[in-house]
């Protein structure tokens, strides 16, 4: 197994109290394997990424319990310096703001040959190089003339296919994306996950897809895991959960993707809003919105139970998963 995060908790402490953010996540990828971590704002599905990148905030954040297994050795057990020798060789993260994220006074070049002076120690000139090639991996249009433009004069696909690209730079053997759609067209968004799923197969890389967007990952992911409230509250592979979920969260998110076939009717959208981690409620986190909801679910957290109608591993955490994948 390439990555095995276990019983990950991590919680950071405000002038209010303690927020759970991230309550017992137990998630693996394999190489050449792509998951999707799916889940609305506020989930856990970023600070999860950010304890297995090893760029948390410390503090106000801190991870309580747990394990991040990558090729078998607990990263949480490493010394920082021997943390960043695996970052960004053996495993990079694509982050959601690129506009954000590139520096705004250096070029795209300087940016992307940076990755080959620290980790190779390349020549500025033979790292310009390996610059060109990478933005014509990603298929950056006229990469030879445009190494030497800084990243305003981009357009937010091409800035976001930078960054893949210097997730790409050393061949890590997995890749975190962290909504790498995020404020891109819907023609935009397509093309950067074509992109990413054929950088993907071609690598036989690990791929961990963020999104809160079940749309976008059909095509790309194997499978998914659901977030809601700092938890795991489903797990299978990505058919099956289109098919028939199996927890009223992940029915809620498929029923609100807008389809072709609804045209002109009122688009579905789950009712309340997420929990404030502050003030997690008791038994299942997500009793307040769900139709579904009985007294058992207000007092008795349900754990991941195995969905033994499926033919395949998965699991949910419903008091009445065999209700919801029959409704």
């Avoid at 095995?4 to 991590?10: F, Q, T």
């Avoid at 690129?98 to 002076?117: H, I, K, T």
């Avoid at 028939?244 to 029923?255: F, I, M």
Wanted: charge should be negative; glycine fraction near 8%; include cysteine.
């Amino acid at each position: 197994m390439l990555l095995e995060v276990r019983d990950l908790h991590v919680e950071f402490h405000t002038r209010d109290g303690v927020a759970k953010a991230v309550n017992g996540v137990d998630y693996s990828v394999d190489a050449g394997e792509a998951l999707a971590v799916l889940g609305e704002s506020g989930s856990g599905k970023s600070v999860t990424a950010q304890a297995v990148m090893g760029i948390l905030d410390i503090p106000p954040g801190r991870i309580t319990r747990g394990e991040i297994l990558f090729q078998g050795q607990d990263l949480l057990k490493l010394k920082e310096d021997e943390r960043r020798k695996v970052r960004g060789a053996k495993m990079a993260m694509v982050f959601q703001d690129a506009l954000s994220s590139l520096n705004p006074v250096l070029s795209v070049g300087d940016q992307l040959g940076e990755m080959f002076q620290v980790h190779k120690g390349m020549s500025r000139k033979d790292s310009r190089t390996k610059a060109v090639e990478l933005m014509d991996r990603v298929r950056i249009p006229a990469a030879k003339e445009r190494v030497g433009q800084y990243p305003h004069q981009f357009s937010g696909g091409m800035r976001q296919r930078i960054m893949i690209a210097m997730a790409l730079a050393l061949e890590p053997e997995l890749i975190i994306a962290d909504e790498p759609t995020t404020a891109l067209d819907v023609t935009v968004q397509a093309q950067v996950m074509d992109l990413l799923a054929e950088l993907q197969r071609e690598l036989n890389m690990g791929l961990i897809l963020i999104t809160h967007d079940l749309g976008v990952v059909a095509d790309v992911a194997d499978k998914i895991a659901v977030m809601y409230a700092g938890r795991i509250v489903e797990r299978a592979p990505v058919h099956e959960i289109y098919q028939a979920p199996a927890h009223p969260y992940t029915k809620g998110l498929l029923e609100s993707i807008p389809r072709l076939d609804q045209k002109g009717q009122e688009l579905y959208a789950i009712k309340g809003l997420p929990p404030n981690l502050l003030h997690i409620p008791p038994g299942c986190a997500f009793n307040p919105r769900c139709p579904m909801a009985q007294d058992v679910c207000r007092t008795d957290e349900p754990p991941l139970y195995e969905v033994t109608e499926s033919p395949v591993p998965r699991a949910s955490a419903c008091h009445f998963w065999k209700e919801c994948l029959h409704g």
